[in-house]
T-cell receptor
Framework: AQKVTQTQTSISVMEKTTVTMDCVYETQDSSYFLFWYKQTASGEIVFLIRQDSYKKENATVGHYSLNFQKPKSSIGLIITATQIEDSAVYFCAMREGGGGADRLTFGKGTQLIIQP | DMKVTQMPRYLIKRMGENVLLECGQDMSHETMYWYRQDPGLGLQLIYISYDVDSNSEGDIPKGYRVSRKKREHFSLILDSAKTNQTSVYFC?????????????FGEGSKLTVL
């Protein structure tokens, strides 16, 4: 069974700095997909970025990037030049490959606080 | 408009009453999900639907059932609600295939069972 672990419960950083949030996963599949989602204080949950396991290049979208370390089963989310509005809870998630699975397993989340 | 809509947003019920949570999406997504979110536990999958009348249990299906009679609509039903079903429920949808996993979430339905 797949498992996703986020060990950092809460992180606080100063505005305009860079922050990394950790995530490790467990899977038996050779093909899998990793995602990060953001939940704002209003409760809204939005997709941020994904990494497909077969891709060696780290994904980047805007000021979000990933640090994919396949041998360590690790997928860190890096936010550069943080802004106040980046304050939110960030969830790591994984989907295993294979037909018909379509199940997304989430970690328990990391709360990010951006200090002005 | 790429939107997932949940109704109602807030609901208070007494133990033993039936609960119907409804979810609609306007993207013709094949796959739809119901999750519940409790403090410190993240998002737990209740049910997943691959298309009309093609539903599958998630990780915590006990006490819940679902209905999907149209692709754009997915309902979560609690028959005889229990106090431990107090939670925030999120509906989500996604395309199937390679884009599965990129979920679009509704705004959540906060259920309180007294």
């Amino acid at each position: 069974a797949q498992k996703v672990t986020q060990t950092q419960t809460s992180i606080s950083v100063m505005e305009k700095t860079t922050v990394t949030m950790d995530c490790v996963y467990e899977t038996q599949d050779s093909s899998y997909f990793l995602f990060w989602y953001k939940q704002t204080a209003s409760g809204e949950i939005v997709f941020l970025i994904r990494q497909d396991s077969y891709k060696k290049e780290n994904a980047t979208v805007g000021h979000y990037s990933l640090n994919f370390q396949k041998p360590k089963s690790s997928i860190g989310l890096i936010i550069t030049a943080t802004q106040i509005e980046d304050s939110a809870v960030y969830f790591c998630a994984m989907r295993e490959g294979g037909g018909g699975a379509d199940r997304l397993t989430f970690g328990k989340g990391t709360q990010l606080i951006i200090q002005p | 408009d790429m939107k997932v809509t949940q109704m109602p947003r807030y609901l208070i019920k007494r133990m033993g009453e039936n609960v119907l949570l409804e979810c609609g999406q306007d993207m013709s997504h094949e796959t739809m999900y119901w999750y519940r979110q409790d403090p410190g536990l993240g998002l737990q999958l209740i049910y997943i639907s691959y298309d009309v009348d093609s539903n599958s249990e998630g990780d915590i299906p006990k006490g819940y059932r679902v209905s999907r009679k149209k692709r754009e609509h997915f309902s979560l039903i609690l028959d005889s609600a229990k106090t431990n079903q107090t939670s925030v429920y999120f509906c989500a949808s996604s395309f199937g295939g390679a884009n599965t996993g990129q979920l679009y979430f509704g705004e959540g339905s906060k259920l309180t069972v007294l």
